[in-house]
């Protein structure tokens, strides 16, 4: 007998979902209020990172955002305004800036991201999906000598704790790493088993592996809510009418709090904006992914093209593209790179991030909706955490043992 689930979101979430329910015998519609993939999926920095364990919840967090708030080109920003929902999530993300609620976080964040990083290898080699994929790991560079040196804490515990060393190049030395970059910098921690691709061409990619398979995209397709029958989801209404289904999946990243109604749980997220500038690739282009903590930018050589981005901005759903914030990008990434940009300007963009205050995604039926399952919050880990989330996902609507611990992205948890 034929399973159909509905999914709500096309981005890498809601496709990996797709994916995973489709290699588990369900039949898959996919819907979007706009373009497949065209959202914080479409042109972020690439990185499929399992380097990424701590949440940006760590001690001294707070203090350094209240700095950033009498910066206006600060890389971190709020936006003032009449929002308590923003203001609440400000509040309990302060609250859990202190090394407990950020180990109890890194230790549910780990096992996504590895499984993750395990899943893009069988997926890239199985489907032989042409997304650019590369294992050249990624590189935090640093220009202060100082907090290069104070960066070792933070190496320490990701060797020991997570199993997840880096290793370290000092001064020149990262220069035989990373030739694109400039003499005089104080070095670099790489971090060898991080990867990255193009997320326009794994989306492009991913969906027509999934139709080929008999999945469903309906684009420009929104939604309006669930039909519920003897306390359960019978189908969504859509702009386009109501599609009938036995399961479904709610995985529309930033927009997700506004399509929870009546799910029985809170769904805390937050649109984090973040920016980017593509173009072509400089004449001397580095050939590692590279982030510069001290000016918060990040950098992504890919086969065809190249890309600067970060920024974290909480504006709302905000969709002006403001020129200062990607001015941030070029100014950051200046004082490390020998050639640090290329004409012409190919892509300027934007997405939300869907920031949730614990740094933890949600993972879980709906409390209220037992046919329904919740896919969000990913925060800035949405590809990195794509594939382990779709898999848990279809194991979790299957009844099958999950191959991970879904504990700590349970819904009620808020």
Not at 275 to 286: E, H, V
Request: aromatic share 10%; hydrophobic share 40%.
């Amino acid at each position: 007998m034929s399973r159909h689930v509905a999914i709500i979101g096309g981005g890498v979430v809601g496709t990996s979902c797709a994916y995973y329910l489709k290699q588990s015998g369900w039949d898959v519609t996919v819907i979007d209020r706009g373009t497949i993939g065209g959202g914080s999926s479409a042109a972020n920095c690439g990185y499929v990172c399992p380097s990424h364990v701590l949440p940006l919840t760590e001690p001294g967090a707070v203090a350094e955002g209240l700095a950033s708030l009498f910066h206006k080109n600060a890389a971190f920003r709020i936006k003032p305004r009449l929002d308590p929902a923003l203001w609440s999530w400000l509040y309990h993300f302060a609250r859990r800036c202190n090394e407990r609620d950020m180990l109890a976080a890194a230790h549910g964040i780990q096992p996504l991201l590895d499984s993750s990083r395990t899943l893009y290898d069988a997926l890239i080699r199985d489907e032989r999906l042409d997304c650019g994929w590369r294992e050249r790991g990624l590189l935090f560079v640093y220009k202060d000598r100082r907090k290069f040196e104070a960066y070792a804490a933070t190496d320490a515990r990701l060797a020991g704790e997570f199993h997840r060393p880096a290793v370290r190049y000092d001064g020149e030395a990262v220069l035989d790493l990373e030739p694109a970059l400039r003499p005089g910098l104080a070095g670099g921690w790489h971090y060898p088993d991080d990867a990255h691709l193009r997320p326009d061409a794994l989306m492009k990619a991913w969906r027509a592996n999934v139709e080929a398979s008999g999945g469903v995209f309906r684009e420009y397709c929104a939604f309006e809510g669930f039909v519920r029958r003897s306390g359960e989801a019978s189908a969504v209404r859509t702009n386009q009418g109501e599609i009938a289904a036995d399961a479904f999946v709610l995985a529309a990243g930033a927009w997700s709090p506004a399509l929870g109604d009546g799910l029985g749980c809170n769904i805390p997220i937050q649109p984090g904006k973040g920016y980017s500038l593509t173009m072509p690739r400089p004449s001397i282009c580095p050939e590692v992914p590279m982030i510069f903590p001290e000016t918060h930018v990040a950098v992504t050589p890919f086969e065809d093209a190249y890309r600067l981005g970060s920024t974290m901005e909480f504006a709302g759903y905000d969709e002006s593209i403001a020129p200062e914030r990607l001015q941030i990008l070029r100014d950051g990434t200046a004082p490390f790179l020998c050639e640090p940009e290329a004409e012409p300007i190919l892509q300027t963009w934007f997405g939300w991030r869907p920031m949730t205050y614990d740094g933890l995604p949600i993972i879980d039926r709906a409390p209220a909706i037992g046919n329904v399952m919740i896919a969000a919050g990913h925060n800035m880990l949405g590809l990195s955490m794509a594939t382990g989330t779709g898999k848990l996902v279809a194991e979790l609507l299957d009844g099958r043992p999950p191959h991970l611990d879904p504990q700590p992205y349970r819904a009620t948890r808020f």
